[in-house]
Structures are given as C-alpha cells and as structure tokens.
C-alpha cells in the first residue's frame, strides 16, 4: 500500500521530464532572451551613471530592458531618440 503512494509522484517527476524535453527550444530562447534583459538592465545602469554627466538620461526600468533586449544597440539608440523627441 505505501508504493502506491509513490505512484502520483514518479508520474509527474516523468511528465515533468517529457514537458522539458518537448519545450526544450522554446525554454532555452527565454533563457537567452532574460540574459540579454538582465544584461540590457546592467547597461542602463551603466548609462545611468555615466549619462547623468553628459546630460542624457535613460530610465533603469523593465521597459527599457525588454526593448534592449529585443533589439540590441539599434534598440538603444532608438530609446535615446524617443528621449530626444519628448524632451524637445
């Protein structure tokens, strides 16, 4: 009677197994993509420092980090256009 109530648990141990081993790709491209979000936040936060001397300001903020992320260096060039248009 007491391995019976270890059954529930193998089956979802081995349906855990199965979902990652289906959504193997799709997880790793989350992955890649909150790497390059925590990196883009760390950049920002870079630019938050070294900008605040030059004048120009970009917030540390998920916002901003997802475009980042998603775009790359075109990305934050296009943060500090948007910036420049809404500061004129």
């Known amino acids: 009677m007491e391995q019976l ?3 529930p648990y193998v ?3 081995v349906g855990v197994l199965c979902g990652l081993i289906f959504f193997h790709r799709a997880l790793r491209k989350l992955l890649h993509f909150l790497l390059r979000m925590a990196a883009s936040l760390g ?3 870079l ?3 070294v900008g ?3 004048g120009v ?3 540390v903020n998920f916002l901003n ?3 980042m ?3 790359g260096a075109p990305g934050f060039g296009l943060l500090l256009m948007v910036r420049w248009a809404f500061l004129q």
């Open 43 to 45: 950049i920002l936060a």
């Open 57 to 59: 300001t970009l917030g």
């Open 52 to 54: 605040s001397a030059i």
């Open 5 to 7: 109530g270890v059954l």
């Open 47 to 49: 630019f938050s420092s």
């Open 11 to 13: 089956l979802l141990g």
């Open 69 to 71: 992320a998603l775009l």
């Open 65 to 67: 980090a997802f475009v």
